[in-house]
């Protein structure tokens, strides 16, 4: 926590009375986590052999390769192709002699890694096609609206920022969320989008050069899918004409609730804190 005091002493009060909500939120249960690493990934190192819904290159073609097999035996091959073809796995010698004696290289893959990969897989599969590339900076108008519900599942913490960053609903609202939703130490961005346009909103969102987001996101910044899904929802909600949504669970409601109650109990002690120096 040490690492989150801040030499300003407005930025600090504010901190102060951030971090009991921020610690709430960061607890709350993550959804959807890993897609776009293990897009990122995948082009990194898999791309140069494999696509997935565009055919075969050197490699197959991955597109429902966790419905055309057991997902234990992706696993066990993705830890060494090398062993299993050795080994006399029939699936992956079959694979062998298709793809014409090339074997595929060992990878060095995390446990993490590899579930972000199938969650890709699986992402790809329900979208029918992932071309390569398609995680790159973009207009936020051309987002798909899982990119955009994705963006609001950061903003609001229930999806996890992958450096650990807080979730921005503890110091912003936007009218999507609703009376009680987000924190109110900070500007509502429902129109930010709209004030900032795409030119300034897409570094706004890299540099986060204002007073706490420095500090708070200087050692956690947003990965470049991050941003990219983050912006497409800031952009989404500041041309959205409907009523605010009511269809949230109570049960956030209420963490959310607890957080901005003891944020204010934080904004007191911040202040006596000051005075005493
Ligand atoms: C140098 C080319 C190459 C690279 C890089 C590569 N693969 Fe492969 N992959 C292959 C080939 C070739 C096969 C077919 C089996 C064999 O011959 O080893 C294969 C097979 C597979 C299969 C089995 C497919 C099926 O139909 O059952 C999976 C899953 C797979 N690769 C995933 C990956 C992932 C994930 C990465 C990146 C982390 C990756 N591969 C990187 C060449 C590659
Ligand atoms: C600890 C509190 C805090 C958190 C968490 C936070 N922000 Fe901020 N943000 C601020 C402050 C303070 C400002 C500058 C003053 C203001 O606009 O109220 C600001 C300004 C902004 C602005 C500029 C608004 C404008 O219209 O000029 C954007 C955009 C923004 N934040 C986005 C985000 C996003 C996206 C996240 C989550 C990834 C986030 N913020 C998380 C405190 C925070």
Same mark, same amino acid.
């Given at each position: 926590m040490d690492t989150y005091v801040l030499s300003r002493r407005r930025g600090r009060a504010l901190a102060v009375a951030a971090l009991p909500m921020l610690a709430l939120l960061t607890a709350l249960p993550a959804a959807a986590q890993g897609v776009p690493e293990g897009a990122q990934l995948f082009n990194q190192r898999c791309a140069s052999c494999h696509s997935v819904g565009q055919g075969d290159r050197v490699g197959p073609d991955l597109m429902g390769v966790l419905t055309r097999r057991e997902e234990s035996w992706v696993t066990t091959f993705l830890k060494s192709p090398g062993a299993m073809i050795d080994g006399g796995d029939p699936i992956a010698n079959e694979l062998l002699k298709k793809f014409n004696g090339i074997r595929m290289p060992d990878q060095q893959l995390t446990d993490d890694e590899r579930k972000g990969l199938f969650a890709f897989f699986r992402d790809c599969a329900g979208k029918g096609s992932c071309q390569p590339g398609e995680t790159g900076p973009k207009l936020a108008s051309d987002a798909t609206p899982e990119q955009i519900e994705h963006g609001r599942q950061l903003f609001e913490g229930r999806a996890a920022l992958t450096n650990g960053g807080p979730p921005c609903i503890g110091c912003h609202n936007v009218r999507d969320i609703g009376v009680v939703g987000g924190g109110t130490l900070a500007r509502d961005l429902t129109f930010s989008f709209a004030r900032l346009g795409e030119r300034k909103m897409t570094p706004a969102l890299k540099d986060m050069d204002f007073p706490l987001m420095k500090d708070l996101y200087g050692k956690a910044p947003l990965t470049d899918a991050e941003q990219y899904e983050v912006k497409a929802y800031l952009a989404s909600v500041s041309r959205d004409g409907t009523p605010? =949504?009511? /269809? =949230? /669970?109570f049960f956030y409601l209420g963490f959310v609730g607890m957080g901005v109650a003891l944020g204010f109990i934080g904004i007191v002690l911040g202040g006596r804190g000051r005075a005493k120096n």
């Open positions: 605010p =949504r009511k /269809d =949230r /669970d």
